[in-house]
């Protein structure tokens, strides 16, 4: 039960850092259009994903607790595309099959997903489709 509540606090972390930086990057963004506070989150992120990784497997301080509450929650909820880059990077050990199965389904799916719960939301809502 403690997993839960401190998987709940890190989030809570991490969405309120993820709006900060959406805050930070609005004066680049305005010079920059696609330099967008999701990139910056999203490659560091990635960058404190990998970090993080190589960290606790070489020497972990913290309970496994706090690890839960740092990773999943904190940084799965600053941003998931760190945990899609870090589960990437993690099965490249695995036959390239594997691996682009499931990028496939990572990207191509989702992306596909986004479409058809948009379509069908607006032909639900009377919108135009």
């Known amino acids: 039960m403690l997993d839960f509540f401190l998987i709940a606090v890190g989030g809570a972390i991490g969405a309120t850092l993820r709006y900060l930086t959406s805050i930070a990057t609005i004066p680049i963004n305005k010079r920059i259009p696609f330099l967008t506070g999701t990139v910056f989150a999203n490659s560091f992120g990635c960058l404190i994903a990998g970090a993080f990784t ?44 594997e691996i682009l199965s499931y990028l496939f389904m ?13 379509s069908f939301t607006l032909h639900w809502m009377g919108g135009a489709a």
Do not use: H
């Open 54 to 97: 190589a960290a606790i497997s070489v020497s972990n301080p913290f309970s496994d607790e706090i690890t839960t509450m740092l990773s999943i929650g904190v940084l799965s909820s600053y941003t998931t595309f760190s945990t899609f880059s870090l589960e990437v990077f993690q099965r490249l050990d695995q036959p390239l099959p």
């Open 106 to 118: 990572q990207l191509v799916v989702a992306i596909g997903l986004v479409f058809a719960g948009y």
